[in-house]
């Protein structure tokens, strides 16, 4: 690979290499408000004490219900230092899921936004062995919850490392893969250093007077990497914009903090260069932005370029990986194509019958380098699916093109929605569960800018008619089930569903409908 890992026993000295470098810089701006490098190393290391005064062993997992905010690195960083494990929980998440995520990492201590403190209600805390509710960025009510105020009241502005080596866990993240189950993906202390040193010096290129804005959030790989990890790493600057990222708000946060670098995906793109009066907006001081999760069609690349003076670079990862290991370059861009190999990682295609795929052959991509994430926490079954001795299943199927590679759909069912995998099924089973529905099927649909959606077509009850009211009240009903991202976009109805021989639902009969 060419590329060692990085020596880093603990990731938190990510953060303070820059009170020697940096003290007074800022490192976070943003509508919560502004830290320096020295603040923000003051800050971590309160929270560290803090969690080591609740009496948290090493090792324990630290959920992180958190919106974009100075809290969210001061307290990943000062929980890292102290030889915690902080989870990156998504804040979408339902009391269902929540529920599932705190049983899973059985942790005793949990942190979460002022904003998002209702989530944290009877359903979400049946059964588990939470016992206190960090509350940050307001204040706290009810038993059992605190704010973050008084929980780091006293604490020291300094903290010791713990005794971590490269190699121990450092936090985890969920993937949002939706079978019932999520899988908890452990990464360990040298990961994040190992995505400064491939992606970060090799593709980004950032410039310590570079101002970072990443509008995916840091609970997401992509935007943890984007927001924390490469700016923090060169004691760069980076913007955190709490709440909705609607398009108004984020053109807002682009005029008013004036970043240098934005990261998006496809639909962010899409969204900004559709709204009203973004061509009056001063979006002058962008020199860059960067894309991944999804497919950048050439239509929504012209449209940003000709906005900004550049097209998003884009590039594809995954939360395993934890960053991105295909990337077009920023001087070398093939429109529909994720890009080459990232410096520090190796990829491979394999054909179903397990052979390396010739030149213009499909095959699913595995890849391998440092970051990769070692299991799925006690999901022994799965992580011997996916972590492949040192190389990691990625499910995705490419062709490669003069060293570039084309996505050509994935080798399971998942199907990626705005950045984020959703399993047909898990929508299948909640529109069923709809009074109006006989049966149903979920698929993927590709829009005409090449970004995938979610197709669902239905067989009302009693014979009944679809109409445009009754998708709408399908839509709402499946937003409030599930996370949002999962209703689908598009819905028809048909009499009757076709089958299969052993009647079930024929989807490549439905994709055949489709297409004709
Ligand atoms: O989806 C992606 O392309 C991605 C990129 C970076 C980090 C994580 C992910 C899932």
Same mark, same amino acid.
């Given at each position: 690979?060419?590329?060692?890992?990085?020596?880093?026993?603990?990731?938190?000295?990510?953060?303070?290499?820059?009170?020697?470098?940096?003290?007074?810089?800022?490192?976070?701006?943003?509508?919560?408000?502004?830290?320096?490098?020295?603040?923000?190393?003051?800050?971590?290391?309160?929270?560290?004490?803090?969690?080591?005064?609740?009496?948290?062993?090493?090792?324990?997992?630290?959920? @992180? +219900? *958190?919106? %974009? #905010?100075? /809290?969210?690195? $001061?307290?990943?960083?000062?929980?890292?230092?102290?030889? &915690?494990? !902080?989870?990156?929980?998504?804040?979408?998440?339902?009391?269902?899921?929540?529920? @599932? +995520? *705190?049983? %899973? #990492?059985? /942790?005793?201590? $949990?942190?979460?936004?002022?904003?998002?403190?209702?989530? &944290?209600? !009877?359903?979400?805390?049946?059964?588990?062995?939470?016992?206190?509710?960090?509350?940050?960025?307001?204040?706290?009510?009810? /038993?059992?919850?605190?704010?973050?105020?008084?929980?780091?009241?006293?604490?020291?502005?300094?903290?010791?490392?713990?005794?971590?080596?490269?190699?121990?866990?450092?936090?985890?993240?969920?993937?949002?893969?939706?079978?019932?189950?999520?899988?908890?993906?452990?990464?360990?202390?040298?990961?994040?250093?190992?995505?400064?040193?491939?992606?970060?010096?090799?593709?980004?290129?950032?410039?310590?007077?570079?101002?970072?804005?990443?509008?995916?959030?840091?609970?997401?790989?992509?935007?943890?990497?984007?927001?924390?990890?490469?700016?923090?790493?060169?004691?760069?600057?980076?913007?955190?914009?709490?709440?909705?990222?609607?398009?108004?708000?984020?053109?807002?946060?682009?005029?008013?903090?004036?970043?240098?670098?934005?990261?998006?995906?496809?639909?962010?793109?899409?969204?900004?260069?559709?709204?009203?009066?973004?061509?009056?907006?001063?979006?002058?001081?962008?020199?860059?932005?960067?894309?991944?999760?999804?497919?950048?069609?050439?239509?929504?690349?012209?449209?940003?370029?000709?906005?900004?003076?550049?097209?998003?670079?884009?590039?594809?990862?995954?939360?395993?990986?934890?960053?991105?290991?295909?990337?077009?370059?920023?001087?070398?861009?093939?429109?529909?194509?994720?890009?080459?190999?990232?410096?520090?990682?190796?990829?491979?295609?394999?054909?179903?019958?397990?052979?390396?795929?010739?030149?213009?052959?499909?095959?699913?991509?595995?890849?391998?380098?440092?970051?990769?994430?070692?299991?799925?926490?006690?999901?022994?079954?799965?992580?011997?699916?996916?972590?492949?001795?040192?190389?990691?299943?990625?499910?995705?199927?490419?062709?490669?093109?003069?060293?570039?590679?084309?996505?050509?759909?994935?080798?399971?069912?998942?199907?990626?929605?705005?950045?984020?995998?959703?399993?047909?099924?898990?929508?299948?089973?909640?529109?069923?569960?709809?009074?109006?529905?006989?049966?149903?099927?979920?698929?993927?649909?590709?829009?005409?800018?090449?970004?995938?959606?979610?197709?669902?077509?239905?067989?009302?009850?009693?014979?009944?008619?679809?109409?445009?009211?009754?998708?709408?009240?399908?839509?709402?009903?499946?937003?409030?089930?599930?996370?949002?991202?999962?209703?689908?976009?598009?819905?028809?109805?048909?009499?009757?569903?076709?089958?299969?021989?052993?009647?079930?639902?024929?989807?490549?009969?439905?994709?055949?409908?489709?297409?004709?």
């Amino acid at each position: 690979i060419g590329f060692e890992k990085a020596a880093h026993p603990n990731c938190s000295i990510i953060l303070w290499d820059n009170l020697a470098r940096n003290p007074d810089k800022p490192a976070v701006i943003g509508p919560a408000g502004t830290l320096t490098y020295a603040e923000m190393v003051a800050e971590a290391a309160r929270w560290g004490n803090a969690l080591i005064a609740a009496g948290l062993k090493r090792g324990e997992r630290i959920p @992180f +219900f *958190l919106d %974009d #905010t100075p /809290a969210y690195p $001061a307290a990943f960083f000062g929980a890292v230092r102290a030889g &915690f494990v !902080p989870v990156l929980l998504n804040i979408q998440t339902t009391p269902d899921v929540l529920n @599932f +995520f *705190l049983q %899973d #990492t059985g /942790a005793r201590v $949990a942190l979460c936004e002022a904003s998002l403190a209702d989530r &944290f209600g !009877p359903e979400t805390l049946k059964g588990t062995a939470l016992e206190r509710v960090v509350i940050a960025n307001g204040t706290a009510d009810g /038993a059992g919850r605190i704010a973050a105020a008084d929980f780091l009241a006293g604490q020291p502005q300094t903290l010791d490392c713990a005794d971590t080596g490269a190699d121990d866990m450092a936090f985890w993240m969920y993937s949002s893969g939706s079978t019932g189950r999520p899988k908890g993906i452990v990464h360990l202390h040298h990961d994040m250093a190992y995505t400064q040193a491939s992606f970060g010096e090799h593709v980004l290129k950032l410039r310590p007077d570079d101002i970072c804005f990443s509008v995916p959030k840091i609970f997401f790989a992509y935007g943890f990497g984007n927001a924390i990890t490469f700016p923090f790493s060169i004691g760069a600057t980076t913007l955190l914009l709490p709440g909705q990222p609607r398009p108004n708000a984020v053109l807002d946060a682009i005029e008013g903090f004036r970043p240098t670098v934005l990261f998006g995906l496809p639909t962010l793109y899409t969204a900004l260069a559709r709204a009203e009066g973004v061509a009056a907006r001063d979006l002058s001081c962008l020199r860059q932005s960067m894309s991944a999760a999804e497919i950048l069609s050439q239509e929504i690349y012209d449209s940003w370029k000709a906005l900004t003076g550049h097209g998003p670079t884009e590039g594809l990862g995954s939360t395993e990986m934890l960053h991105i290991y295909l990337s077009n370059s920023l001087d070398d861009h093939r429109i529909g194509s994720a890009g080459a190999r990232v410096p520090g990682y190796e990829v491979r295609l394999e054909t179903p019958e397990g052979k390396p795929a010739g030149p213009g052959e499909e095959g699913v991509m595995f890849v391998r380098g440092h970051s990769s994430a070692p299991c799925y926490w006690n999901r022994p079954d799965k992580t011997r699916d996916t972590m492949r001795g040192d190389w990691l299943y990625t499910g995705d199927r490419f062709i490669e093109k003069d060293g570039c590679y084309y996505f050509q759909g994935r080798a399971d069912e998942l199907i990626k929605v705005s950045g984020q995998w959703v399993w047909p099924l898990e929508v299948e089973r909640c529109l069923n569960e709809h009074p109006d529905v006989h049966e149903c099927a979920v698929m993927a649909h590709q829009m005409a800018d090449r970004r995938m959606t979610l197709r669902a077509v239905v067989r009302l009850r009693d014979g009944k008619a679809g109409s445009e009211e009754q998708s709408e009240a399908l839509r709402a009903y499946v937003k409030s089930r599930l996370q949002p991202y999962k209703y689908p976009r598009i819905v028809e109805y048909a009499a009757d569903l076709p089958k299969t021989g052993t009647g079930k639902i024929d989807r490549q009969a439905l994709l055949r409908v489709k297409e004709e």
